[in-house]
């Protein structure tokens, strides 16, 4: 291996790890060695790096309609920026990309790090996980085989949950007042 191309791949790594990714994923997308990425880890945020396999993320943390709608989201994102090629091989920086982009449009309330964005791109490679299209309202929604959730529309329920609290109990009516006619 080159020197240049040694260097690209600890530029990456670095890139990676200040995305707070764990080293698993750094050494998976660099092939650069484990105690060499955590002692850059350890150079870039002056602490330990977090120890052991990836934590529950992707389509299994997915467990409300809201986390849905931003996985959906950073999905639609990754898809735009990977291209056609999306399906065959994980593009991290495609991954990079669309995370900054998603944390830039969601911010402050963003729920999505850098690791769960790569399992679901990860996902959306092995078929874990699709992106589908909604017939009611058009827009694009995140399924996932490992989620808990039925695999419809996050958008159509959560405007059904919000319409249901705001609508008032079936057979209740305004009083006269309130109905818009004049008091009489």
């Known amino acids: 291996m080159s020197v240049l191309d ?6 990456l790594a670095a890139e990676l790890l200040r995305r707070r990714a764990r080293v698993s994923i750094a ?3 660099t092939g650069v060695s484990r105690p060499r990425l955590r002692r850059l880890h350890w150079e870039l945020h002056g602490r330990a790096a977090a120890c052991g396999q990836i934590p529950a993320l992707g389509g299994a943390a997915i467990q409300t309609r809201t986390q849905q709608v931003q996985a959906g989201l950073f999905a639609t994102l990754y898809e735009r920026h990977a291209g056609p090629g999306m399906s065959r091989q994980l593009d991290i920086r495609a991954v990079m990309a669309a995370h900054d982009l998603y944390r830039l449009l969601h911010m402050p309330e963003a729920q ?10 990860r996902d959306l490679r092995v078929g874990t996980a699709e992106l589908r299209s909604c017939r009611s309202c058009e827009l694009r929604y995140l399924v996932s085989s490992s989620s808990r959730l039925a695999p419809t529309c996050p ?10 609290r705001s609508a ?3 057979g209740f ?3 006269s007042s309130e109905s818009g006619r004049a008091p009489a």
């Open 6 to 11: 040694e260097l690209a791949r600890l530029a």
């Open 27 to 29: 050494h998976h997308e």
């Open 112 to 121: 999505l790090d850098f690791n769960g964005a790569w399992v679901i791109a």
């Open 155 to 164: 958008f159509c329920a959560l405007h059904a949950r919000r319409s249901r």
């Open 168 to 170: 008032p109990p079936s």
């Open 173 to 175: 009516s305004l009083p």
